[in-house]
C-alpha cells in the first residue's frame, strides 16, 4: 500500500435520494472505495443506514465498499453485512471488550472480508497497538463520530505517526474534517486511506476534489 492513497467518499454527504447517480458519481471521478458509515442511535447519536440499503448499494457499486460500524455489539452484525456485500468491515474499539477484539477480528475475516478498527479522539494509539499485525486497517477518527461536516482536530494527527512507527503494513485511515490542507497533514503522518464526505460532495468538481487528496 506504500506509496498509493485510497480515498474513500462518504455517502453520509450524498443525496440519498438519489444514491445510485451519486455513487456513479464518485466512481468515475477516481474514487478507490466507497465509504458507509452506520450509526445505531446508541454507539453514536445519529441514526443512518443499515444492512437492507448497503445490500441496494452493493448492487450498482463498482468499487469495494468500506463498511463503518458506529454500532453497540458490532459482532452481531458481522454476518449480515457479510452477506449484503461488505467488503471491509471497521468496528469501533471502545465498543468491544478488549479481550474479544482477537476473536472478532477472525471472525470477520472468515467471510472474506478485511477487518479495520476505529479509534475515536479520546482514546489513545496505544490501545491498538497489539493488534495492528492482525488487522488489515486502523481508522484514525479526527473528529467524534456520529455527524458529518465537523471540523478536523489537529492533535488526533499524531496517533497516525505513532501507529505507522509500530507498522509499515497496515492500512492507516484517517475520517472526519478531511480536506486539501487536512488531508497532507493525514498523509505526512504515514496515513494512506482518507475518509471524505463534504469536501467531495459538495465540490464544483468532485474528480478535482478527490484528485487533491491523493
Given at each position: 500500500?506504500?506509496?498509493?492513497?485510497?480515498?474513500?467518499?462518504?455517502?453520509?454527504?450524498?443525496?440519498?435520494?438519489?444514491?445510485?447517480?451519486?455513487?456513479?458519481?464518485?466512481?468515475?471521478?477516481?474514487?478507490?472505495?466507497?465509504?458507509?458509515?452506520?450509526?445505531?442511535?446508541?454507539?453514536?447519536?445519529?441514526?443512518?443506514?443499515?444492512?437492507?440499503?448497503?445490500?441496494?448499494?452493493?448492487?450498482?457499486?463498482?468499487?469495494?465498499?468500506?463498511?463503518?460500524l458506529m454500532i453497540e455489539?458490532?459482532?452481531?452484525?458481522?454476518?449480515?453485512?457479510?452477506?449484503?456485500?461488505?467488503?471491509?468491515?471497521?468496528?469501533h474499539y471502545e465498543a468491544?471488550?478488549?479481550?474479544?477484539?482477537?476473536?472478532?477480528?477472525?471472525?470477520?475475516?472468515?467471510?472474506?472480508?478485511?477487518?479495520?478498527?476505529?479509534?475515536?479522539?479520546?482514546?489513545?494509539?496505544?490501545?491498538?497497538?497489539?493488534?495492528?499485525?492482525?488487522?488489515?486497517?486502523?481508522?484514525?477518527?479526527?473528529?467524534?463520530?456520529?455527524?458529518?461536516?465537523?471540523?478536523?482536530?489537529?492533535?488526533?494527527?499524531?496517533?497516525?505517526?505513532?501507529?505507522?512507527?509500530?507498522?509499515?503494513?497496515?492500512?492507516?485511515?484517517?475520517?472526519?474534517?478531511?480536506?486539501?490542507?487536512?488531508?497532507?497533514?493525514?498523509?505526512?503522518?504515514?496515513?494512506?486511506?482518507?475518509?471524505?464526505?463534504?469536501?467531495?460532495?459538495?465540490?464544483?468538481?468532485?474528480?478535482?476534489?478527490?484528485?487533491?487528496?491523493?
Open positions: 500500500m506504500k506509496g498509493k492513497i485510497i480515498v474513500s467518499p462518504s455517502i453520509l454527504s450524498a443525496d440519498f435520494a438519489n444514491l445510485e447517480r451519486d455513487i456513479h458519481r464518485v466512481e468515475v471521478s477516481g474514487a478507490d472505495w466507497l465509504h458507509v458509515d452506520v450509526m445505531d442511535g446508541h454507539f453514536v447519536p445519529n441514526i443512518t443506514i443499515g444492512v437492507p440499503v448497503v445490500a441496494s448499494v452493493k448492487k450498482v457499486a463498482k468499487i469495494p465498499l468500506d463498511v463503518h455489539n458490532p459482532r452481531k452484525y458481522v454476518e449480515p453485512f457479510a452477506h449484503a456485500g461488505a467488503d471491509i468491515l471497521t468496528f468491544v471488550k478488549e479481550d474479544e477484539i482477537s476473536d472478532l477480528i477472525k471472525y470477520i475475516k472468515s467471510f472474506g472480508m478485511k477487518a479495520g478498527m476505529s479509534i475515536k479522539p479520546k482514546t489513545h494509539a496505544d490501545k491498538c497497538f497489539m493488534f495492528l499485525e492482525e488487522l488489515d486497517m486502523l481508522l484514525v477518527m479526527t473528529v467524534e463520530p456520529g455527524f458529518g461536516g465537523q471540523m478536523f482536530m489537529a492533535d488526533c494527527a499524531e496517533k497516525i505517526n505513532q501507529i505507522r512507527e509500530k507498522s509499515e503494513d497496515i492500512i492507516i485511515q484517517v475520517d472526519g474534517g478531511i480536506n486539501k490542507e487536512t488531508a497532507e497533514i493525514c498523509k505526512g503522518n504515514g496515513a494512506n486511506s482518507l475518509v471524505a464526505g463534504s469536501y467531495i460532495y459538495k465540490s464544483d468538481n468532485i474528480e478535482k476534489a478527490i484528485l487533491s487528496l491523493k
